[in-house]
Nanobody, 124 residues
Framework: QVQLKESGGGLVQAGGTLRLSCTAS????????MGWSRQAPGKERTIVAA????????FYAPSVRDRFTISRDNAKNTMFLQMNSLKPEDTAVYSC?????????????????WGQGAQVTVSS
């Protein structure tokens, strides 16, 4: 069973950049389709970006497309989310998620493994 741990969250001004990392352990990383979810206060948790196991196929929510980039390094059991041109509405807890289903997967209920989350705060 895979365990996930995020790093790289923090406080940034609008227009700035952040890079989130997710390190996996306890499973064969390349067997899992991966994603980044986020949940803002009072809102539902949604998938903002997802990536397939090995062929690099990706999904982006419309709200982050062209600003965020998801990537993974299967040799290092690590996934990344590069976030550019950040907006105050990007403020949320971002969690690394994984699924055994063939990816990329765009729905939150398709994921069965979660990290503890990392806070991202974008000030105006």
């Amino acid at each position: 069973q895979v365990q996930l741990k995020e790093s790289g969250g923090g406080l940034v001004q609008a227009g700035g950049t952040l890079r989130l990392s997710c390190t996996a352990s306890g499973g064969t990383f390349s067997n899992y389709a991966m994603g980044w979810s986020r949940q803002a206060p009072g809102k539902e948790r949604t998938i903002v970006a997802a990536i397939s196991q090995t062929d690099g196929s990706t999904f982006y929510a419309p709200s982050v497309r062209d600003r965020f980039t998801i990537s993974r390094d299967n040799a290092k059991n690590t996934m990344f989310l590069q976030m550019n041109s950040l907006k105050p509405e990007d403020t949320a807890v971002y969690s690394c998620v994984a699924t055994n289903l063939f990816g990329p997967r765009a729905k939150i209920y398709e994921y069965g493994y979660w990290g503890q989350g990392a806070q991202v705060t974008v000030s105006s």
